[in-house]
């Protein structure tokens, strides 16, 4: 129940805001996906990530076949091992296992190596895209241009149209300057 109330409040306020704001804002849309899908170097650079990846992936999975392969054989001799054998063996093991996840954390985290390559070949491509979205929006005089692809984010939008500092205000929290 509270949640369909947030989200009829939600859309009333949206609502709202459309319909103030269009009254003094033009609006533009775009498709990114088309737009991407358009231009080469993007479907080159794709591939490229696309193999990059891959050849990432069959190194991680190297490392996990050989842990699958050390703990097949630490279960075939681990009746004929000492106690200390046992435990260097599982000591082994798992030294390797975090080596692997180390590995693909370095490979496929957040900051890591696929995503490096990404910042590499694709954001010049998505800046350069931005930049002309800017253009687009000062000669037409476009106060928010909206992506109408997939993900429905916001490519522009001009910040003196931003209002969370007044909605904070009036929810009673300090936005640490006074809004013009």
Excluded: C, W
């Excluded at 989200?7 to 009333?12: D, G, N, S, V």
């Excluded at 050849?55 to 999975?61: C, I, M, R, S, Y």
């Excluded at 190297?62 to 435990?87: C, G, H, P, W």
């Amino acid at each position: 129940v509270m949640k369909d109330l947030k989200r009829a409040i939600f859309l009333l306020i949206l609502s709202y805001s459309f319909v103030v704001a269009s009254a003094q804002t033009r609006y533009a849309f775009v498709n990114l996906d088309y737009i991407l899908v358009n231009i080469p170097d993007y479907a080159k650079a794709q591939q490229e990530l696309d193999e990059y990846s891959k050849k990432l992936q069959a190194e991680v999975d190297a490392v996990y076949q050989e842990i699958t392969e050390m703990q097949n054989k630490y279960n075939s001799d681990k009746v004929f091992l000492t106690a200390s054998m046992r435990e260097q063996r599982e000591k082994t093991i798992a030294e390797k296992e975090s080596k692997a996840r180390l590995l693909q954390q370095a490979y496929f985290g957040p900051r890591g190596e696929l995503f490096i390559k990404r910042e590499e070949l694709v954001k010049p491509i998505q800046d350069e895209i931005l930049e002309v979205v800017k253009d687009l929006a000062k000669e037409g005089n476009y106060g928010l241009i909206l992506d109408i692809s997939a993900d429905h984010s916001v490519l522009f939008y001009d910040p003196k149209l931003d209002k969370s500092k007044t909605i904070l205000r009036k929810l009673g929290y300090s936005t640490g300057k006074k809004e013009e």
